[in-house]
């Protein structure tokens, strides 16, 4: 075995045979010689073991140093296969090839019968030791045998390498010295033997700091394999405790998964069971009805006269019975099979959960969204769910997510409150100004309108007015003021009889109406607004009616009559156009009348709860707002009627109101209100929290004397009709 590595050793790796003429390149890596010619590319070398690339020597390869070390191995297994062989030896000293018989275990050669004689009979090799071969062979004795080393052949001269050029640092032949090195160009020459002597004494002293290397290398690789020993260790006890955690995890994630499961088994039995109630009914309801048709069919087709008669009572009186429960009958699945899994992959150790809800995304809606926000306040949306049916849900566990996606920065997902009545919440607050987008999806889709985009803004505390219009004091007392489409508005002179329109520029376009009660005259208006279509309706407040005109004040229609009934209107005041209804305030019946855009009457709101209300406004999130001037505050309805409470309180500190005359909710949800009796304007947030107020009795810019209308601009402006003094003033809050 020991021989087969040796051997190993000594074969090439580029023909895997022993080594011929082996040669060290620069990266110590030995090859045959042969075999180094055919890995030269040029001028370079390309070591196959370590891909090191070296240049070749000028001479070419037979110049690269040779590897005696190897070739005194080479020559050390050649020369035991020769002593352990049975095959004849020849003399390795003369030119006749005799057998060789005797071994000199000093030269480790071969020599015949007549060499031997002159080698033992020679001064040079006084001393040597002879051995016959065969006693060798025959008896099998280890011999230490130590081959010659073979004279080195100077390259250029073909002659033995004999003498060292101390100043070149290199062995030299006799050849040599007479023509690259000679004496006479300062080369000192001597003899290898005494230079031999010198060099080992100084490579001794070379390999000094190798030694001390090679012995500091054996400590730290024992020292890193200790190391490397005890990160096996630790690894393994890391291991374990890894095993441990995730058998422990294991065992709660199937308690976790036991538990989904019998929650979805309950919550499934319960689908199932009023399903089958509701099919029960079905079923129950069916049967009657196909008995009173089989009893009707009967006395129809087969029965006698007498039974025709006596059974026609019965049968209409089960028929009118039966088209009761018919009729209340649920013909749609009251349980939807909407249970889907989901995975929570941030959640640990509650991993997944099953969501029951039966939300659809594409009927589902959202409320409570403004069109801007201010920056640095929060921001409430409410998620409404319907079924895919379009029936609003009664219960929540329905998967509704909402991100915001701002205009700059990560996306941002919020929590969501599951309110468990089918409407889910989310709050946010915008930290910077632009646009930002709200992504809302059920089930993994987003809802209609979703994504939404919404602007937020810088809010500033209001001042000073950036602008007057007055058209060259031509305008008389100015009340309601309405924005349209592309920024044109409209405010009612309410002494000239006259709507004036303005646009984006805030120039004068036209006026239209005059004094009188015909279609298309006008009688002391007040309030206005436009819908969708830039349709504009006018508060004919002396004519008691509501008169609706084209932009260009052609007359389109009207609706409402002297008096307190339904559809009836008693000094129309106020306007709001909100969802394609039309709210309007009746300052003498203390309430809000609602119709459609063709004047068709809905209902009332507020009988019984106002006092000379003035202006009415919609907010997003579906509440109506009324200036109740007798009340002296901010009156609060749903859409249905239903009373919610009030902003402000009697008087004329922050916060307190005095004789309110209109009101209009800003781009971020703000609420700005007029006041008749403290000749200002407050504003509230949308939970009716004072925030600011400005004004202050006068004619001087910034100053009202009885301000009446308010509205804001689709860039954030606000615009008030000073009503005393006869001007539009144009104040900015952004």
Known sequence: MAAKKIKMVLTCPVCYELYKKPKYLPCYHSYCEECLVKLQVGSSITCPECRKTSVAPSGGVKDLPNNFFINRIV???????????????????????????????????????????????????????????????????????????????????????????????????????IREHRLEDGHDHNTVKKMANKQRAELDKIMEPVEKMIDGLAKAHKKVSSTRDRIGSQASEVEQQIDVYYEQLQRRLQQQREDLKKELCEVSAQKKKAVSLQLEQMEYTQAQLESVKELSEFAVKSGSDQEALF???????????????????????????????????????????????????????????????????????????????????????????????????????????????????????????????????????????????????????????????????RMGHLWGIAFGKD?????????????????????????????????????????????????????????????????????????????????????????????????????????ISVFQCDGQFIHTIGSGQLSRPYDVAVTDNNQVLVADFGNHCISIFTLDGNYVGKIGTPGSNRGQLSSPTSLTVDLCGFIMVTEYGNNRVSIFDKDGVFIHCFGSSGSNTGQFSSPYGIACSPNGSVYISDCGNKRIQIFSNY
């Not at 001042?463 to 004091?473: E, H, L, M, R």
């Not at 009660?517 to 002396?542: C, K, M, Q, T």
Request: proline residues 4%; glycine residues 8%; negative net charge.
């Open 75 to 177: 020559d050390e297994m050649a020369l035991k296969e020769k002593l352990e062989g049975d095959e004849d030896v020849k003399c390795d000293n003369c030119i006749r090839n005799d057998p060789g018989i005797v071994l000199c275990v000093d030269c480790g050669v071969f020599l015949c019968n007549h060499c031997h004689e002159s080698h033992k009979y020679s001064r040079e090799y006084q001393g040597h030791h002879m051995m016959m071969l065969k006693e060798i062979r025959s008896e099998k004795k280890d011999v230490n045998v130590r081959p010659k080393p073979k004279p080195m052949l100077c390259a250029e001269h073909d002659m033995e390498l004999n003498l060292y050029c101390e100043t070149c640092e290199q062995l030299v032949c006799q050849y040599c010295t």
């Open 311 to 473: 059974v026609k009572k019965q049968v209409t009186e089960d028929v009118k019975r039966l088209t009761d429960n018919y009729n209340k009958l649920d013909t749609e699945s009251v349980e939807s099979t909407n249970m889907t899994f989901h995975e929570l992959e941030h959640s640990l150790p509650q991993f997944s959960m099953v969501y029951y809800g039966d939300a659809s995304h594409a009927h589902s809606d959202i409320t409570g969204i403004p069109s801007h926000i201010p920056v640095g306040k929060e921001c409430k949306v409410i998620i409404i769910t319907k079924s895919a049916n379009g029936v609003p849900c009664t219960k929540g566990a329905s998967k509704v997510f909402m991100q915001v996606q701002p205009r700059t920065g990560d996306v941002i997902t919020v929590p969501i409150k599951d309110n468990q009545d089918g409407s889910y919440t989310a709050s946010f607050l915008a930290n910077q100004t632009g646009e930002v987008k709200l992504l809302i999806t059920i089930n993994g889709k987003h809802i209609k309108g979703s994504p939404y985009s919404v602007q937020t803004r810088q809010y500033s505390a209001i001042n000073k007015p950036s602008k007057i219009v007055n058209d060259g004091g």
């Open 487 to 591: 920024g044109v508005w409209a405010v009612v002179d309410h002494s000239n009889h006259c709507v004036c329109i303005f646009d984006s520029q805030d120039q004068l376009v036209r006026r239209f109406g005059s004094k009188g009660n015909e279609n298309g005259r006008l009688s002391s208006p007040e309030g206005l607004a436009f819908d969708d279509n830039n349709h504009l309706y006018v508060a004919d407040i002396n004519n008691n009616r509501v008169q609706k005109f084209d932009i260009n004040g052609g007359y389109l229609l009207e609706f409402g009559k002297g008096g307190s009934g339904d559809g009836d209107l008693s000094s129309p005041d106020g306007i709001a156009v909100y969802n394609d209804k039309v709210f309007v305030v009746e300052y003498s019946n203390n309430r």
